[in-house]
């Protein structure tokens, strides 16, 4: 939000030099951060109640970025960036280069979806061990081992053997994705210890950089390839990432480096809130997914030539962008996560109706029809994913879970993962789904899947504040030490004294 003072020639000025545009670049980001952090209220949790709000001074100023806060958010947001440029970037002609190898459209489709899958596992995993290695270092290793790999990526040309050219994609393509789930669940926790009051804001903050790298990745990916050929892509990328990686290991804190115990993923999944809110996640990223191999087929139909089909696509993914930090915003103010996540699912499921449109809706096929569900998805699909995050540490709270780095980690991975699984899953049932049957039908099994997410979080709801009467107290506290029986050092002593002094009188002793 520009306020009336801001001079737009002075953001977009006709010097185009790299000083000026760095300052400018910079103006727009603290003008940005301004919107959404100067009104952040410092928000505490009663012990007795995690989720009751309660406004500590509500009078004094209201809290603003430190300079060190703002150099993070910097190095976290070009992470962001560059990890999903490194997953869109050869969409416009790594599938034309293995199909000129001969390699199958199936087999194109594995590698791209590999991606997701190898998130999806690694994850948790680096999520449940980063309290160890440490958030700083499993960060920086990861991105440079997504940077190392975009570079082999960009050697594979030169093998002409199908299979061998093929092995070598799987392999490296793991490989990547691995390090890009090292650095993502490492970023989250960074940013989850960095701006506790401000979780849920930040997630959605940073899911308009994932955005931004995702929606950048192709139109550059596609210009230097016309330069440079297929290496160039990859090279610059990856020495762009290089680049960041060494700025990085100046800015961001280390974080976890003293820790010497892991956080418990199977004391999270004890929690029965965890399942409604992990398939919430998955159902929104599978739902985003499902378009990208169906959504130009079905546009086609109404005669939209491909760029026309581009600005659809920019339509949901921009809404989804920009209107994240909005509501990361609102459930960081407002702590009513489950209201915006219900509101979030039953607006989508609407939307995917209207997509095809549904057969059972008996609506005309018209395009505006379209393009306005479209843009009503990435509105309430945001809507509904960004509060989860933050819920899922107040309920990891209210089950007595520690707040420090091992929950952060852990709630981090698992997000991660449950995400990438969406996005496993959403293109690959998606395209299942529109050759068996249709796309109207296939819009309307995901409408179902967003109305089984809400009812399943209305239900959790009336489940644990027990129909109004307050929240249920969890039947398991996790900050209660275990009772451990007394051991006896001397081996001599009887095992069971029946309170009884075996200790000899002083007159007996004399």
């Known amino acids: 939000m520009l306020t009336a003072e801001t001079d737009e020639s002075d953001l977009l000025g006709p010097s185009y030099s790299p000083t000026l545009i760095l300052n400018r ?30 406004d500590v001074n509500a009078d004094t100023p209201k809290p603003k970025l430190t300079r060190h806060q703002k150099l993070v958010f910097c190095g976290i947001a070009a992470s962001y960036v560059f990890n999903l440029m490194s997953f869109s970037i050869m969409a416009p002609f790594f599938p034309i280069e293995a199909k000129a190898k001969g390699v199958s459209s199936s087999q194109i489709g594995l590698i791209f979806a590999l991606f997701n899958f190898v998130n999806f596992v690694a994850s948790p995993i680096f999520g449940k061990y980063l309290p160890v290695l440490g958030a700083k270092f499993l960060f ?98 990856g020495g762009i990432s290089i680049a960041t990686i060494i700025v990085n290991f ?23 809130a965890f399942y409604p809110l992990a398939f919430g996640v998955i159902v929104g990223s599978a739902c985003l997914g499902f378009l990208d191999p169906t959504l130009s087929i079905h546009l086609s139909t109404f005669g939209l030539n491909p760029s ?59 395009l505006w029809i379209v393009l306005i569900a479209l843009g009503m998805c990435g509105l309430s699909l945001s809507g509904a994913l960004m509060p989860i995050f933050l819920d899922l540490f107040i309920t990891a709270r209210w089950y007595g879970f520690p707040d420090d780095i091992s929950t952060q980690s852990v709630i981090s991975g698992l997000f991660y993962s449950c995400f990438s ?20 039908w296939a819009a309307t099994i995901f409408a179902g899947a967003n109305l089984t997410a809400m009812l399943l979080i209305c239900l959790l709801g009336l489940w644990e504040w027990r129909c109004g009467r307050g ?26 004294r029946n309170h009884v002094n075996t200790t000899e009188p002083e007159a007996i002793k004399t």
Do not use: H
Request: glycine share 10%; aromatic share 12%; net charge negative.
């Open 25 to 54: 670049v910079a103006k727009c980001t603290n003008l940005y951060l301004s919107c959404f952090f100067s009104q952040a209220s410092t928000i505490t949790m009663s012990p007795e109640d995690p989720t009751q709000n309660q």
């Open 250 to 272: 100046f800015l961001l804190p280390s974080v976890g480096v003293d820790e010497t115990e892991t956080g418990s993923m199977k004391n999270m999944f004890l929690i029965p």
């Open 308 to 366: 026309q089909v581009g600005v659809a696509f920019l339509l949901i993914g921009g809404v989804y962008a920009i209107t994240s930090p909005i509501w990361g915003y609102l459930a960081d103010k407002t702590k009513n996560t489950r209201i915006m996540m219900i509101l979030g699912f039953y607006v989508s499921t609407i939307c995917y109706l209207l997509l095809g449109p549904s057969p059972l809706t008996n609506l005309p096929s018209l």
């Open 471 to 496: 929240r249920r107290p969890p039947w398991i506290r996790f900050d209660v030490p275990e009772e451990k029986p007394q051991e006896n050092d001397n081996e001599t002593e009887p095992l069971l």
């Open 140 to 237: 920086l290793s990861g991105a440079f081992v997504s940077a190392g790999c975009n570079v082999l990526f960009g050697t594979l040309d030169w093998i002409d053997d199908e299979q061998t050219f093929l092995i070598f994609c799987y392999v490296i393509r793991s490989v990547e994705a691995c390090g890009s789930a090292a650095s993502i669940t490492a970023s989250m926790t960074i940013a989850a210890n960095t701006f506790p009051d401000n979780m849920a804001q930040m997630l959605g903050i940073l899911e308009s950089f994932s955005g931004i790298g995702f929606m950048a990745g192709p139109p550059l990916g596609a210009l230097f390839y016309g330069i440079g050929g297929y290496p160039l892509p990859f090279f610059a990328l």
């Open 421 to 440: 699984l969406g996005a496993f899953i959403g293109p690959l049932l998606g395209g299942v789904m529109v050759d068996k049957y249709s796309f109207p």
